[in-house]
């Protein structure tokens, strides 16, 4: 039994959904058009459906009803019932198509827009393009770009043209930070990741302090593996070459789980830097560290113990964040 396909004005993304759920129950209960169009979709293209709820942080003036079906009427008995597609149900599969299009384009740079960031400073090897990436996989074209679809929240944003979407798409998966997460099995933490770099479109204001007191940290760092490296030439050490921004990334952890009311972190690592994550993090005494490298015991003579290599060992410490401890 056709329903009234005038209710699609705008195409209600979860009416489609609906439909689609129905179809899955019963074939012969949708309107033999979208029958056509449901059967003609790919898995792909079945499971960017689920795309069309919009993330939580979308303006609550820009969400949709959850029961917007009830009081959806029947066709009235002028209705098509032989089967032809109408001019306005044309219109509401090719709309319905742009959006499943469009979602699934979506959906490629949240798993693979990482491919394409801005990780190379240096140039050398130059990436700017992936196939799954290219809105002409999906089926657009370039007289598409204008054109207004229906996302559904998605991105923020209820409609938008396809430049808007690719513009924000690569803002937030395609610039100097790459971001890889829909591997996580854990649906929850897989949206809050989500949520935090779509919304900002992966963009974060410092203030000045900010910037200052990350450039201190990422200095501390460098200086530290730098000493160690001229000092005690050959000396294993495990140092944190080329990463040292995890020493203000660690920090800014701390500082706001102090803000959160965090009281005690425990930091089980890896060998690679964790000299660097002891001294400038943890606040173990430089000069111990120092000892340790010119072949002195950690402890003092008088307490035993089995001994340890200097990148085994850890600390313990109390930090301070903004009067947070």
């Known amino acids: 039994m056709s329903e009234n396909l005038s209710f699609l004005t705008g195409v209600n993304s ?30 792909r293209e079945v499971g960017v459906l689920r795309e069309l709820h919009g993330a939580s942080w979308t303006p609550s003036e820009n969400r949709r009803d959850q029961n917007g079906f009830e009081g959806v009427q029947p066709a009235n008995n002028n209705a098509n019932t032989h089967g032809q597609p109408s001019a306005a149900s044309g219109d509401a ?4 198509l742009d959006s499943i299009r469009a979602l699934q ?26 196939p799954e990436l290219d809105p002409a996989h999906y089926g657009f074209t370039d007289a598409d770009k204008g054109k207004t679809i229906f996302v559904g929240g998605v991105l923020g944003m209820e409609y938008a043209t396809l430049d808007e979407i690719m513009t924000a ?3 937030t998966y395609c610039g100097t930070i790459g971001v890889e997460f829909l591997h996580m099995s854990d649906p929850e933490e897989k949206s809050w990741i989500q949520e935090r770099i779509e919304e900002p479109r992966n963009q974060t204001e410092f203030t000045v302090n900010g910037k200052r007191a990350i450039l201190q940290r990422l ?3 460098e200086c530290f593996e730098k000493f160690l490296h001229t000092k005690y030439v ?11 921004s995890l020493i203000p990334c660690i920090e800014q952890i701390m500082k706001r789980g102090g803000q959160l009311g965090l009281k005690e972190i425990v930091v089980g690592m890896a060998h690679r ?31 035993q113990g089995s001994g340890d290599v200097k990148y085994h060992l850890g600390t313990s410490s109390d930090r301070d964040f903004d009067g947070n401890s």
């Open 93 to 96: 599969r090719q709309t319905a």
């Open 273 to 303: 830097g964790r000299l660097n994550v002891l001294t400038n993090v943890m606040g173990k005494p430089f000069t111990a560290v120092f000892s340790e490298f010119q072949g002195n015991s950690a402890v003092p003579n008088d307490v």
């Open 105 to 130: 384009l979506i959906r490629a740079y949240r798993a693979r827009g990482h491919l394409l960031a801005n990780l190379d400073p240096l140039g050398l090897k130059v990436i700017d393009y992936h």
């Open 169 to 171: 798409l690569k803002q």
């Open 234 to 244: 050959g000396t294993k050490r495990f140092g944190l070459d080329g990463g040292e």
């Open 14 to 43: 979860e009416y489609i959904a609906h439909l689609y759920a129905s179809y899955l129950k019963n074939p012969g209960s949708v309107d033999a058009s979208w029958k056509d169009f449901f059967k003609g979709l790919n898995d």
């Open 219 to 221: 200095v501390a760092a």
